[in-house]
């Protein structure tokens, strides 16, 4: 996992940053006393989407860190200045080098531990053949349930999804879940 | 509205910050050549509650900016370290001084003009008596549909969420939706 580096110095006047409650505030924060600037550190969103083609899922084997080698759904840190929708989309772009439409928000997952929020779509490929290897993938592939590589799935959130997914799918009765996890 | 500074400074080491795209990605990043150091910079969450007790809603007047004066419903930025939902009721209790049960994801807005996602929940009032006037507030007070300061609410994202709101309630019918606003 990317090492997260200590904020040492103030992103405005470059002096060094304190850590301390700022007046009409409750917690510590990362503060500047020359120029007073606060940095403030909050949780970022992950935004993916789950491409189908029919019966078929696209998943993508992760040539990156964290979990390098393990197989995902196309997702990751939303941009300033697009939706979370555009951000699913984009990502499996990025990704897949695949085009999705239909997308409806399907999970949210908040994971604390590392302060993301998941916020997962399910979406379909324009395009049975419209997907490849995007720059950040190892392998990109529509999978049948059957050949779902469980054992090699990335992160517990995806996992869950994936199953949830399936499930729900056997009903044709997709629902929208808000959950946490460690 | 509060300025936000440029980012001039490297917050691990202190150096100056250059405009750049990093290897391997597609856009430009605050980047520091003399330790890699790469700021992101990425949307945030405002988390809320929309807290009722049967007919009434509960409103609080601002007392910070932007929008001093005007009414809203308890929301504010996400801290690291908690979910959405626990973000919500946190900022209800500290704008309204009140605790709310039954969380029920009800709306989110892109803002992406700002880089914010609003995130807010329907909530139940554990105590019709329960509230009060929280730090950030001038005034808090549980409103019938026809007493609303409609002209007085302080943003499009809130205005909209209260319409729906209301709406909806005509029927008990409540609908999760996601929607974009500039």
Known sequence: ??????INYCTFCGAEISI??????????????????????????IAGCLPVW???????????????????????FMEN???????AARETWEEALAVV??????????????NQIYMLFRATLSDPK???????SLEVELF?????????????????TLERFLHERKNNNFTFNIDSID
């Not at 996992?1 to 200590?6: A, F």
């Not at 439409?101 to 590392?114: C, D, S």
């Not at 419209?130 to 950040?136: K, L």
């Open 130 to 136: 419209g997907y490849g290897v995007g720059s950040e």
């Open 20 to 45: 301390a409650i700022p007046d009409g505030d409750n917690r510590e924060r990362h503060m500047c006393f020359d120029c007073g600037e606060i940095q403030y550190q909050n949780p970022k969103v």
């Open 144 to 160: 049948d349930e059957i050949n779902i590589p469980w054992e090699g799935i990335s992160f517990k959130v995806i996992h869950h």
């Open 1 to 6: 996992m990317k090492k997260i580096n200590p």
């Open 101 to 114: 439409t239909n997308l409806e928000l399907y999970q949210i997952f908040n994971v604390t531990r590392m």
């Open 81 to 87: 200045g697009e939706t979370i929708e555009q951000g």
């Open 54 to 76: 029919g019966d078929k899922i696209l998943l993508c084997k992760r040539a990156i860190e964290p979990r390098y080698g393990t197989w995902t759904i196309p997702a990751g």
